[in-house]
């Protein structure tokens, strides 16, 4: 699976950012896709997951209520809208999927993206 992330950027704190993960994959509903972050100097941490079917979603306590995944099989693309930007959510974003089964951890993950840098300025 290839995944090509996009949608980084600088921000300031309040502000909101989209970010897009096209997946080139054959069956992209068979896929369960989610996004990670990485802080300077931290390791790698879950912020949200969705499959298909049966249809799953769930996002990270630190996130819940400000970021929203979501995913469109009509263009094999998993997004995550985030608002309300902190300055603790700077970070390289990175998208990550598996086949078939939900993951929380970056071990549970078989195929990585680039990675995306999103900044948020006080």
């Known amino acids: 699976v290839q995944l090509q992330a996009s949608g980084g950027g600088l921000v300031q704190a309040g502000g909101y950012l989209r970010l897009s993960c096209a997946a080139s994959?054959?069956?992209?509903?068979?896929?369960?896709m989610g996004w990670f972050r990485q802080a300077p100097g931290k390791g790698r941490e879950f912020v949200a997951v969705?499959?298909?079917?049966?249809?799953?979603?769930y996002h990270a306590d630190s996130v819940k209520g400000r970021f929203t995944i979501s995913r469109d099989s009509a263009k094999n693309t998993v997004y995550l809208q985030m608002n309300s930007l902190k300055p603790e959510d700077t970070a390289v974003y990175y998208c990550?999927?598996?086949?078939?089964?939900?993951?929380?951890?970056?071990?549970?993950?078989?195929?990585w993206g680039q990675g995306t840098l999103v900044t948020v300025s006080s």
């Open positions: 969705t499959r298909w079917s049966p249809s799953s979603t």
């Open positions: 990550a999927a598996r086949y078939g089964s939900l993951f929380y951890r970056p071990a549970d993950v078989s195929s």
């Open positions: 994959v054959r069956t992209f509903s068979n896929y369960v």
